[in-house]
């Protein structure tokens, strides 16, 4: 019942990401020009860190305050539902969008479970037991996987939604939904 195929998906998703536009980036703010009351920034797209610093270094360069030396991420899009604080740092920041990257939308709701820590959630990746159309779906096929045979005769008085839900509320599991009939399983450490 499994509809594990999130490889492809995930390419065709970074993919088509890229070509319309959707690619990782922040609005890097020139903080001396907004402390005068002035709006100074530009958007950069998330790439190597050495090429937005670059990029960084160029918008301070162009302030209307001189001597700006300081900036903030003050906006972002393109980053699934993670969170990056003013200061996350531009490696953080291209870490981030290349674990995004990797594994799609659904590293970014991942890294907002664990409240931003991409440790937390590359872990978890390692515990992912795949994407189903709802709890119900995964615990028909656990109990298929593990070779328990049940009795023809008693097969309708099994209840697979009520076995999904006890799988996470006793913390076996943890889900992420990405859509309507997608939800992905981890298994809990």
Request: glycine share 8%.
């Amino acid at each position: 019942m499994s509809e594990n195929h999130q490889t492809a998906e995930q390419a065709e998703s970074a993919s088509a990401r890229k070509t319309q536009g959707e690619a990782p980036r922040i609005y890097a703010a020139c903080l001396a020009s907004y402390n005068a009351g002035i709006l100074h920034g530009r958007w950069i797209e998330v790439t190597d860190p050495d090429e937005m610093v670059e990029a960084v270094a160029a918008m301070l360069a162009a302030s209307p305050e001189t001597g700006a030396e300081e900036w903030a991420i003050h906006d972002y899009e393109g980053f699934d539902g993670a969170e990056l604080s003013e200061y996350a740092g531009l490696e953080k920041t291209c870490a981030l969008a290349a674990f995004i990257d990797e594994h799609g939308p659904l590293a970014g709701k991942l890294v907002a479970h664990f409240c931003g820590d991409l440790d937390e959630a590359r872990a978890a990746m390692e515990d992912y037991a795949g994407e189903y159309k709802s709890l119900e779906d995964f615990a028909y096929e656990f109990t298929e996987q593990t070779g328990v045979k049940i009795p023809e005769s008693l097969a309708n008085y099994i209840d697979y939604e009520t076995m999904g839900r006890d799988f996470e509320l006793g913390g076996d599991i943890f889900t992420i939904e990405t859509g309507v009939e997608e939800v992905h399983i981890f298994w809990s450490r």
